[in-house]
């Protein structure tokens, strides 16, 4: 697998592989929210309980109800916490790729995005630096075995991305920046993610 599929693919890898050490740091953290909420929810319990003979049973069921969606409210914000982790350490891992392990995710990826074979591909400054003239060669050439154009030019302009690179055509870019991917990719695969950590 190639390009998008591979980034998916190494995403939910990765957050496979992260998931039992963020699981690990998070049950740490869960625990103390937890032991907080205890002993609050004891407090509260007593407070509601003294309060309740006082008021009607609607007022007590009401109050109850909105302790119980804090709690929730609580745990939601500490499981969205973990899932941004994910994603932040997915990215991490992939802008920490190097060699021709970067080169052949990236080549693969242009595969996939080139239309015309005519576009300009604008990198990061560091990739601009680390790709050889030899890497633009062995696109062009994968691009005519599959009898697209092969006239692709690295652009001399850069763009502040954390890794990927931006398609410029005719009027049009194409942002295949991992940054870009992942934010894009996201909504179909973040309930993936939630279930490998949480199990859900």
Known sequence: MEGMEKIKERILEDARREADKIIRGA?????NILDHAEKTARQRKKALYEKAQKDSQEARRKTLAMAELEMRKGLLAVKQKMVDTAFE???????????????????GMMEKAVETGNEEIILSP?????????????????????GIKSNLKIAE?????????????????VNNSFESIIRMERDEIESQVAAILFGE
């Open 157 to 173: 302009e850069t763009r502040n991305i954390q890794g990927g690179f931006i398609l410029k055509g005719e009027g049009v870019e």
């Open 89 to 107: 350490r997915a990215l991490e891992k992939l802008r920490n790729l190097e060699g021709k392990d970067y080169e052949n995710m990236i080549m």
């Open 126 to 146: 560091n990739d601009l630096k680390k790709f050889k003239p030899e890497f633009l060669s062995t696109v062009n050439q994968r691009l005519s075995k599959k």
């Open 27 to 31: 049950e740490k953290e869960a625990q």
